[in-house]
């Protein structure tokens, strides 16, 4: 994928288990795990930060699990902008439109294989 012109205006959306975490099966324990990120979200998440990226994690955890999910993110150096909590398992579609004086898109996906990281990311 190519670089934006505009890299200050993003906003990522980002799974959480599978994606950042591990996808450890059962996802109703999942939330009580030790976890470590996959390859290559640390370094993701340096540099999202210094290109001054909005994250907002999305998830299928439950909302009566979100006070173990931020302590799982933080003590794994996870840092974000919003926790959306709750999301089916099903298809995410992002909709967005097209600004008249961009001259890029708007909106772009990136599918991940479960659990082999973000090494490979590009935005």
């Not at 959480?16 to 109703?28: N, Q, R, S, V, Y």
């Not at 930060?49 to 699990?65: A, P």
Request: proline fraction near 2%; hydrophobic fraction near 35%.
């Amino acid at each position: 994928m190519s670089e934006s012109k505009d890299c200050r205006s993003w906003t990522v959306f980002c799974d959480i288990d599978g994606t950042i975490f591990p996808h450890m099966g059962d996802i109703t324990q999942q939330h009580l795990l030790d976890l470590s990120p996959l390859p290559g979200v640390k370094e993701k998440w340096i540099e999202w930060d210094r290109k001054g990226y909005r994250i907002i994690l999305v998830t299928g955890r439950r909302e009566s699990v979100r006070k173990e999910t931020e302590v799982q993110l933080s003590k794994s150096g996870i840092f974000y902008d919003t926790l959306l909590m709750g999301l089916s398992g099903g298809i995410r579609c992002l909709i967005n439109d097209t600004k008249s004086s961009a001259n890029h898109e708007t909106a772009v996906a990136i599918t991940l294989k479960r659990n082999e990281g973000m090494e490979n990311v590009c935005i």
